[in-house]
């Protein structure tokens, strides 16, 4: 079986961890901290810091793994190159990793090389140049760090005392050690979505049914599946995602994400692995969850299809303040309501809007994805979380 060096343990690797062990695949979890979330169910795991190349060197040979898979953006992801040398496997490439863990590179793939259309944008790396940034794309503007996750850094500038407050938080929420940002202009989009995309080495590109979400501070806070959507602006979404993961190369799940408007179809961010909005998948919305998904296109799997099997939404479950040992109130009102599950991650600690847990809803094919959605947002809302 597998030997997987799983780079990153928070609950996205928790999920894609346990669906390893199910296909009896030997997992290595590693994080900055202990007790992450993955590493509860792993069968070994290391704590370093990912952004020093020598410890991350060592760890590889240690174990020699037959798969490097990547969960985060803080890695030394340039290193990512020398092991294939070596005959590693970095799911999904080496390439992929590390363009798309830095802003700076997927958003010049996309739009430089590939023409993919996308918002205008521009660079910074200094509170300055930032100001001379806003000024060329204008305000309304949406400034993030080339390295980070889950919204950390984000804001929108909307007048120019916000510039200074913008730069300093993307510092603040930036991963690794990159101090620059993009500052992309605002597009009035109807909507957004993730288009999960299935690349296989010996098979052909899949896609799975549109995931809607919302977000708030840059990160999801409900996601639904299908979400409604355009046949023509789907095939445009598809096209593009395509496009990229075949640019990028290697085998896996990617989290493709786009802005939809009355100008058509823009390109947003891509992630090479499963992606948060995609925990409605837990629902059972699809044949295979993405976790699987993603395992499968790992190993080298055969992936025939993938199919929708009822509809779904996902509600995160958000901590409001600083613990170090969480505990949790009102599952006992979600566990009573009928076609609902929900997940706790088992993260030690908490901070105010750290993710602790999502709850899903689903229903049959010919229900309402808005009720179901609701519904998912209404019984999270019931659980807290105690300090």
């Known amino acids: 079986m597998a030997k997987i060096l799983l780079l990153g ?49 060592a760890l590889v040979e240690k174990h020699k793994p037959d798969f490097i898979v990547p969960e985060i953006e803080a890695i030394r992801t340039e290193r990512f190159y020398d092991y294939e040398k070596q005959g590693y496997t970095v799911i999904p490439s080496a390439k992929a990793a590390n363009f798309t863990m830095n802003r700076k590179e997927i958003r010049d793939l996309a739009a430089k090389e590939l023409g993919l259309k996308t918002a205008d944008y521009r660079y910074a790396t200094s509170a300055e140049s930032l100001k001379m940034a806003v000024s060329e794309v204008g305000m309304p503007c949406v400034v993030k760090p080339l390295m980070s996750s889950s919204g950390k850094g984000q804001s929108t500038i909307k007048t120019e005392d916000d510039i200074e407050k913008a730069w300093n938080y993307s510092q603040e929420g930036s991963r690794g050690d990159v101090a620059e940002v993009i500052v992309e202009s605002f597009i009035n989009f109807d909507y957004e979505i993730t288009l999960l ?66 100008e058509g179809v823009y390109f947003s961010e891509l992630s090479p692995r499963p992606h948060d909005t995609g925990m409605v998948t837990l629902a059972k919305t699809q044949n295979f969850n993405e976790f699987e998904l993603h395992l499968r296109a790992v190993l080298g799997l055969p992936i025939s299809e993938i199919t929708l099997e009822r509809i779904g939404a996902s509600a995160v479950i958000l901590a409001s303040g600083n613990s170090e040992n969480p505990t949790f109130e009102g599952l006992e009102d979600i566990s009573a309501a009928p076609k609902c599950d929900f997940r706790i991650f ?36 019931k659980i807290s979380v105690r300090l």
């Not at 602006?233 to 493709?256: F, N, P, S």
Request: glycine share 10%; hydrophobic share 35%; net charge negative.
């Open 9 to 57: 343990s928070g609950e996205l690797g928790k999920e894609f961890t346990i669906a390893a062990q199910r296909l009896a695949q030997t997992v290595i979890a590693v994080d900055s901290y202990e007790h992450a979330p993955a590493m509860q169910v792993s069968d070994a795991c290391e704590v370093i810091n990912m952004l020093d190349g020598e410890a991350l060197d």
């Open 197 to 262: 995309t299935v690349t296989q080495r010996n098979g052909k590109t899949l896609f799975c049914p549109p995931i809607g979400h919302r977000q708030e501070r840059g990160d999801y806070m409900e996601s639904w599946q299908p979400a409604t959507m355009e046949k023509h602006h789907l095939k445009t979404a598809r096209e593009m995602a395509d496009k990229v993961t075949e640019a990028l190369g290697g085998a896996g799940i990617w989290g493709v994400e786009f802005f939809v408007g009355e």
């Open 346 to 381: 088992g993260k030690p600690t908490s901070r105010p809007y750290r993710r602790m847990g999502v709850v899903v809803t689903y229903d049959s094919l010919d229900g309402n994805v808005s009720e179901v959605t609701h519904r998912a947002k209404q019984l999270a809302s």
